[in-house]
Each structure stands twice: as C-alpha cells, then as structure tokens.
C-alpha cells in the first residue's frame, strides 16, 4: 500500500485540534494550580458581561434620547 495524501486543508484542520487540546490541557492545569483564580474568574467574568452590558444599555439610552430630541427641535 503506498501512503496517502494528507489535503492541505486536513493538515491545517488537524493542527488547529491538536491546539485545541493543547489550550484546553494548559488551560484546565493552569486553574487547576490556581483554583483561587478560576473562582475568581468565575464570578468576575458574568460581572464584566453585566457590566459592560450595563454600559452599553445606557450609551443607546443617550443617543435615543439625543435623536428624539433633534428630530422634535427639527419639526417645531
């Protein structure tokens, strides 16, 4: 049997799951000797979401209330 041929596309597919596993690996050690972190990084990522979230939802607020304004100055 002669070897097969490995696409481009296999190859690169193939590299990006064995990095994959490899993050997951360093990253599920990395907790593991730092388990303080990963509860803090637990409650503190949903925090970041909320607030950033928060920012957000206040930052449209404003321009809506910027809109309305304008276009009832316009029409007056």
């Known amino acids: 049997m ?4 490995v696409t481009p596309g296999a190859r690169a597919r193939r590299a990006l799951l064995i990095d994959v596993i490899v993050a997951a690996l360093l ?3 990395a ?15 949903p925090l970041l979401l ?12 404003i321009r809506l209330r910027r809109r309305r304004h304008r276009t009832s100055r316009s029409t007056a």
């Open 31 to 45: 907790l593991s000797l730092a388990a303080g972190l990963g509860v803090v990084a637990f409650f503190a990522l």
């Open 2 to 5: 002669s070897p097969r041929r």
């Open 27 to 29: 990253a599920a050690i």
């Open 50 to 61: 909320i607030g950033l979230l928060w920012i957000g939802a206040e930052r449209l607020t």
